[in-house]
Every structure is written in structure tokens, then in C-alpha cells.
Nanobody, 122 residues
């Protein structure tokens, strides 16, 4: 089942910023870790960021560390990804999911939503 809806993507120039949002449903939101994945053209879907159930621990893949920040607002059932200093290689469809954090990565629980397209121009 798909229990999330992603939004906030768009077209941005290199060096710019975007904030993605992910609204969850179908689960008790605050009981679960959540995270972000992305899939670039011709590539596999890759983990990029995760946040634990209460938002006090975050995990990032090296390619986004220091530029992207995951956060959550459990009262709004919403996960965020603030993306700064964007690069053309960040161009991808971005997805969120519930999951379990194991060894610094998120293992997703549910089906994938439509995602939101991020395009970074040079």
C-alpha cells in the first residue's frame, strides 16, 4: 500500500534550494522512522536521508550530507527535506516512505508513491 504523498519539487538553478514535503497516512505516523529516496534517470532508487520516530536522529548518504536536512512535524503527519546548494546531479524523482533504520539506512515498509520531480539546471 502507498501511505505517503510527496510534493514540493520543481526546477531550480544550481546552487539554489528546495523544500520537499511528504504527508503520511495509513499508519500511526509518530510510531515510525521515515526517510527519503531518489531515482535519477537510468539509475536505481537510492536512499538519501532518514529520521527517527521523534526527529532527534538523522542519517544521510555521503552525497547529500551537509547540504540536505531531514525534519518532521508529527502533529502535521509531515516529513520534510530541505535541499540547499543543489547540483545538477541531484536531478531525480524524490520519494518518501516509512521504514526501519538499520545501520544508518532506511529499509522501506510500504509501496512507493508518485514521488516529486526535482530538476537542477546548470
Amino acid at each position: 500500500q502507498v501511505n505517503v504523498v510527496e510534493s514540493g519539487g520543481g526546477l531550480v538553478q544550481a546552487g539554489g534550494s528546495l523544500r520537499l514535503s511528504c504527508v503520511g497516512s495509513g499508519r500511526t505516523y509518530s510510531d515510525y522512522a521515515m526517510g527519503w529516496f531518489r531515482q535519477a534517470p537510468g539509475k536505481e532508487r537510492d536512499f538519501i536521508a532518514a529520521i527517527n520516530w521523534n526527529g532527534d536522529s538523522t542519517y544521510y548518504t555521503d552525497s547529500v550530507k551537509g547540504r540536505f536536512t531531514a525534519s518532521r512535524d508529527n502533529a502535521k503527519n509531515t516529513l520534510y527535506l530541505q535541499m540547499n546548494r543543489l547540483k545538477p546531479e541531484d536531478t531525480a524523482i524524490y520519494y518518501c516512505n516509512y521504514g526501519a533504520i538499520i545501520s544508518g539506512t532506511l529499509y522501506p515498509y510500504d509501496g512507493w508513491g508518485r514521488g516529486t520531480q526535482v530538476t537542477v539546471s546548470s
